[in-house]
């Protein structure tokens, strides 16, 4: 992941990428217009059908000024009449056509756009998440996708149609009168200049206006996604009062740009329109000496008021397109965004059928986010074939980093982690990755129904496999008794569930994964006694045959391992059996009596009670 590209994602990075922000940012979204060539052919079409059905009134208007108004004109105005009435038809139909086919167009782009982020974000590793809020992510996933939108849509087919319809109004203001059309081309670049100069302040308060909207979506949607405990600690006062903050700030930034904005639509409408009423005067004059005739002025004032519409709304267009490059360029920094993980060029094979083994060969690790804080210092570890682990130790001492290194989250600084005799970093992740189940300490529980989070494991399954699986995660008598069963929809992150019903589900699922090492990160941490006792049991015919690593912070759930491995400050300081760590009176040995003697204790009082 390029470090450059993560850290343009933050704020202070978002502040340097101001100065830099042009329309350039809109180019790599180029390729997502150039799929649909043939729309835009065919829009470009009705553009061009369009601006000449627009062009053509004037002519007409002149030959009526000019011939019609005499006895002897009325039928010419009959018929010119008749003709502009089906100009207005075909223009009517080509506009039609443009705007529905640029409209869709930008629909079109945003959709692909929008999947092309979201699939980029599947791809980034966890370390990329570890430093950026999720909220911001989103917001730039929709909000800035809807503002692109209206570059590709609304914006460019004003563009298109008023830069056509200038061009050719201009043409036709020289043909009709070249020495009144230089009057009007010397105003325009008094004109374009300020409204070029003003779109880069434009861009970057489009860009801050973003970045605060985005500051205020990613705070709602961890307050959203924390209502029980905010609700608990009667923090929401200070939640409303904060979120309201983020917003104010953010509708200053959008006020700021909105006035940038009027300002310059107000400078280049007066600016334009000044320009014409001063040709017009000056061409009045030159009806009154006889140079020009009165139709021919009317002509020339019309192509000059098409012309001068045509830059005025480009100007406001201009203003739109860069504040959608402001959009476009912090989509781009996501896209920018390399991840440290990825599969080489030519990737190893890992062994068929599964061995099932895994080693860590001498490994030091710090996470990138900390990486002055080392987790793990050299760590040599070898699990055989079907053998199962319990790795324990007090919290930090680096535990379910071994699980994040194993499934390949993150790569250790030095040292191999080996998988069936492979270094992990010579395979494809989702080779690596299906080969592992994974139960992780706080379950994962989407807001779906009860079987389409099973069948997260495996897609694939038949429905019978699906309910074993739940039924030897001791999930099934639970999901039976809900009002939809196996289709009940559980809410955001599982909210309708208890925590021990969430983790079976997510045990259900490690089932139905059915791969050859298991990985267990306190799966049993949220299960009452009763439950516990029906999923360790689950669990033992499900390790069979299976290599199974188990965190453990509560040693009773390790006690049948074949081996248990004693970690403190990122080094094995023990390893063997339960009985043979307790005779040996370490680290192991302390932590055993301190929970075994407060087990006792509850029960006493609990039997007191009773």
């Given at each position: ?6 850290q343009a994602l933050t704020p202070e990075g978002a502040d340097a990428k101001d100065k830099k922000t042009s329309l350039r940012a809109l180019l790599p979204l180029l390729p997502y217009a150039l799929r649909y060539r043939g729309r835009i052919a ?569």
């Amino acid at each position: 992941m390029s470090d450059a590209a993560t850290q343009a994602l933050t704020p202070e990075g978002a502040d340097a990428k101001d100065k830099k922000t042009s329309l350039r940012a809109l180019l790599p979204l180029l390729p997502y217009a150039l799929r649909y060539r043939g729309r835009i052919a065919a829009a470009l079409v009705a553009l061009v059908v369009a601006s000449l059905a627009t062009l053509v009134v004037p002519l007409a208007v002149r030959r009526m000024v000019d011939y019609g108004f005499s006895p002897e004109g009325a039928d010419l105005i009959d018929r010119y009449f008749g003709v502009m009435i089906l100009v207005v038809a075909v223009l009517a139909g080509a506009s039609a056509s443009r705007y529905y086919l640029v409209m869709t167009l930008g629909d079109r782009v945003m959709s692909d756009v929008r999947t092309a982020v979201f699939t980029h974000l599947t791809r980034l590793d966890p370390g990329f998440y570890d430093t950026v809020k999720s909220g911001e992510i989103v917001s730039r996933l929709t909000a800035d996708t809807t503002q692109i939108r209206s570059a590709f849509g609304s914006s460019a087919s004003v563009a298109l149609r008023n830069l056509v319809l200038f061009i050719g109004a201009a043409a036709m203001m020289v043909i009709t009168s070249p020495r009144l059309s230089s009057l009007v081309l010397i105003a325009i670049p008094v004109i374009v200049l300020p409204l070029v100069a003003s779109g880069r302040s434009v861009r970057r308060r489009s860009r801050l206006a973003q970045d605060r909207l985005a500051d205020a979506s990613a705070y709602a949607t961890e307050a959203i996604g924390s209502t029980r405990v905010m609700q608990a600690f009667t923090a929401e006062p200070s939640a409303v009062a904060r979120f309201s903050a983020a917003v104010e700030e953010a509708f200053e930034a959008s006020r700021a740009t909105t006035m940038a904005r009027a300002m310059l639509t107000a400078v280049a409408i007066f600016l334009i329109f000044a320009s014409v009423v001063a040709v017009l005067w000056y061409g009045a004059q030159d009806v009154l000496s006889g140079q020009i005739t009165g139709g021919r002025l009317s002509q020339f004032v019309l192509y000059a008021v098409f012309a001068a519409g045509a830059l005025g709304e480009l100007s406001q267009v201009w203003s739109e397109v860069s504040a959608a490059a402001g959009a476009a360029g912090r989509i781009a920094e996501i896209l920018a965004v390399k991840p440290r993980i990825e599969a080489p060029a030519q990737p190893l094979a890992l062994p068929e059928p599964p061995l099932g083994t895994v080693e860590f060969r001498d490994v030091r690790f710090a996470y990138p986010s900390r990486p002055d804080g080392p987790i793990l210092h050299g760590l040599h570890l070898s699990v055989a074939r079907g053998e199962r682990v319990a790795v324990v130790g007090p919290s930090g001492a680096g535990k379910s980093t071994l699980v994040q290194l194993l499934l390949r989250f993150y790569d250790p600084l030095s040292g191999d982690v080996l998988v069936d005799g492979v270094p992990i970093t010579r395979v494809d992740p989702r080779a690596l990755r299906r080969r592992m189940a994974f139960v992780p300490q706080d379950p994962v529980v989407f807001g779906a129904t009860i079987a389409e989070n099973i069948l997260y494991g495996r897609p694939d399954a038949s429905r019978a496999d699906m309910e074993r699986a739940a039924a030897l995660a001791a999930a099934d008598e639970f999901i039976r008794a809900l009002p939809q069963g196996y289709e009940t929809r559980v809410g955001e992150r599982g909210v309708t569930l208890s925590g021990g019903q969430r983790q079976r589900i997510a045990i259900a699922r490690a089932i139905l994964r059915d791969a050859p090492i298991l990985l267990l990160d306190e799966a049993t941490s949220a299960l009452d006694a009763e439950s516990e006792t029906l999923v360790q049991a689950a669990l033992d015919r499900l390790m069979e045959g299976r290599t199974t690593i188990v965190i453990a912070h509560r040693l009773a759930t390790v006690l049948k391992a074949d081996r248990i491995l004693v970690m403190d400050e990122g080094r094995i300081v023990e390893q063997g059996t339960h009985a043979e760590l307790v005779n040996a009176g370490g680290l192991y040995a302390r932590l055993a009596r301190l929970q075994f003697e407060a087990g006792a204790a509850a029960l006493s009082l609990d039997r007191a009670a009773e």
